[in-house]
């Protein structure tokens, strides 16, 4: 069967786009030298104007690899993360790789209860935490066995205070003089890492098959599980994305890293494919659209990638300080429904493309992408990247291939499909075919072209400002709370794209409901964006014989009234 024929929406591609990537044969830290090697003066990353070039990063990444092994970190070691968008964030992810260990990344601003789940299960030893998250990770109890924890103190990398005046109030800039200071107590100091002479270049580097990462994901229901991801995949996927922005051009772009690193999106879009692309990574450690504007004068964007209500706020920022988007040329829309208004506002200012994308954890993450060609689809996820299969089927039954237009689940198959799921097999199993299907756990239908068009989410997941929120995870905080009996989340769909958080309460007879105490109880538990925004009583919750709650009739019964 030729290559048209087992994948039809090869026609659809944007000319010079190739069905087929060439596959991998070295790991990401090959990849990261040769680009060292080959940009040289060029910059690399730059913080609050501060620039960093490829020279500077390949020589921290040495020194900092050098410390970690100082502190004992082998091959296949986990090391976890927990940062927000910074140049040591770059540094430690590609020292951790250097090492053949594998990177755990986390979400900086989730509570030590959301953390300690994780830590259970890749159990690693050595920790590089924002000094801001080192609270949250002493929480621990004491089962949990921490042996090194190197804080970074995001200031360091700032311009001189000098400089750093143009970027923060006065309020700001006392505190940050203060944080100044020194480490988070009983910490060993980022800067300490980097004292180490430069890591022997005979030390072994890890092979293409060897495992990466460790991404944290819902998955298709429950407790979030680590996802596998190897060099390959990984590699594989920054590849694709190549391939995909056809004409992008070595050190001439310049990506604006919004989007999370510690996000899967975020990984493949700044630290691998930017980093492939010998590119300018401008860094915000949060979305703010006033800093992301001024860098604009300096280092105006070429690579924008973003969550709708991002490009929605960019684009009225801009608009009302008369500040041009014209740069932008790839601008890829993720995570979440991309409403067409937003599209039209930001090809309105911009002038350029925004296509709709698709992906999750599982396959590193992207997946699916309109075409940056006439024949993308708004409304569409658009058709597989090269090298990408997919096939839809019967919820039920897997081995059976619904016919084309019906809805069914849609499964994938490429080289940046994960490996499976740290440290559980039962749910590998579940998501995971033995043939290398990935089953997705979203329904979809698909045109005569390959053009993909989400219907669904059969695994429930609620998605907020881009991040999937798992409705257990919430209800088992809102339980905790001692007036609440029971209780179920939901998503409410938003005219702006994405969804927000429900909760419906069954509470003990005699109890009132206080929303705000609720919300206030939830924040001791939960990451600010999985706090339910609404929260309702329900006097008799609808349960299966079982007993299972029955969300679909919680929804059909709470959200017509909100």
């Not at 350029?352 to 689809?377: D, I, K, Q, W």
């Not at 689940?409 to 995971?432: D, S």
Request: glycine share 8%; with cysteine.
């Amino acid at each position: 069967m030729s290559i048209t024929q087992q994948q039809p929406w090869v026609q659809n591609y944007q000319p010079g786009v190739p069905a087929e990537i060439e596959l991998p044969t070295e790991s990401l830290v090959a990849m990261l030298e040769r680009s060292v090697i080959e940009a040289g003066d060029h910059p690399a990353l730059e913080f609050f104007g501060r620039r960093t070039t490829y020279t500077e990063l390949g020589d921290q990444v040495d020194r900092a690899a050098e410390g970690l092994r100082h502190l004992g970190v082998r091959a296949g070691d986990r090391v976890a993360l927990i940062l927000p968008n910074c140049p040591q964030h770059v540094v430690a992810f590609y020292a951790v790789l250097r090492l053949g260990a594998v990177v755990v990344e986390h979400n900086p601003l989730y509570t030590s209860r959301e953390l300690r789940h994780q830590f259970e299960d890749h159990q690693a030893r050595i920790v590089i935490a924002w000094d801001k998250s080192v609270p949250s990770v002493r929480a621990f109890p004491q089962d949990i066995e921490i042996d090194h924890i190197v804080s970074v103190n995001l200031l360091l990398a700032f311009p001189t205070v000098k400089r750093l005046a143009l970027h923060l109030p006065v309020k700001k800039l006392r505190e940050s003089r203060e944080a100044l200071t020194g480490p988070a107590p009983g910490t060993i100091p980022w800067k300490q890492l980097l004292s180490h002479d430069p890591i022997d270049p005979e030390h072994p580097r890890p092979a293409v098959d060897d495992l990466a990462a460790l991404q944290y994901t819902s998955g298709t229901t429950g407790q979030p599980k680590g996802a596998m991801l190897t060099h390959f995949n990984l590699y594989s996927n920054a590849l694709q994305g190549e391939a995909w922005m056809h004409g992008a051009e070595y050190r001439k772009e310049v990506f604006y890293a919004i989007l999370p690193m510690f996000h899967a999106f975020g990984m493949t879009l700044y630290l691998t494919y930017g980093i492939r692309k010998q590119g300018l990574l401008v860094l915000f450690p949060k979305f703010d659209p006033n800093l992301i504007l001024d860098a604009m004068k300096k280092s105006p964007a070429t690579v924008y990638c973003a969550v709708p209500p991002i490009y929605e706020r960019t684009a009225v920022a801009a608009q009302e300080r008369g500040i041009s988007l014209r740069s932008c040329k790839y601008c890829i829309s993720g995570a979440m429904n991309l409403p067409d208004h937003v599209v039209e506002l930001w090809e309105s200012v911009s002038g350029g493309l925004l296509v709709e994308g698709y992906g999750m954890t599982e396959t590193s993450p992207v997946a699916l992408g309109n075409p940056f060609h006439p024949t993308r689809r708004p409304g569409t996820v658009g058709v597989p990247f090269p090298s990408t299969l997919m096939k839809v089927v019967d919820l039920d039954d897997p081995a059976t291939t619904v016919a084309q237009g019906e809805p069914g689940e849609l499964l994938l198959k490429g080289p940046q499909v994960f490996q499976g799921y740290w440290n559980n097999p039962e749910e590998t199993a579940k998501t995971l075919l033995p043939d290398g299907w990935l089953r997705t756990g979203d329904i979809v239908t698909v045109d005569a072209d390959g053009f993909t068009t989400i219907v669904d989410r059969a695994k429930e997941l609620i998605i907020t400002g881009g991040f999937n929120v798992s409705p257990s995870e919430v209800e088992v905080a809102l339980r905790l709370h001692t007036d609440v009996v029971d209780a179920a989340v939901v998503g409410k769909t938003l005219e702006r794209g994405g969804e927000m958080v429900v909760a419906a309460v069954e509470l003990k007879p005699g109890t009132e409901l206080d929303e705000e105490a609720l919300r206030a109880h939830c924040r001791e538990h939960l990451a600010a964006y999985k706090i339910p925004r609404r929260i309702v009583t329900i006097e008799d919750m609808p349960r299966s014989m079982l007993g299972k709650i029955l969300r679909k009739q919680v929804r059909e019964q709470v959200l017509p009234g909100l």
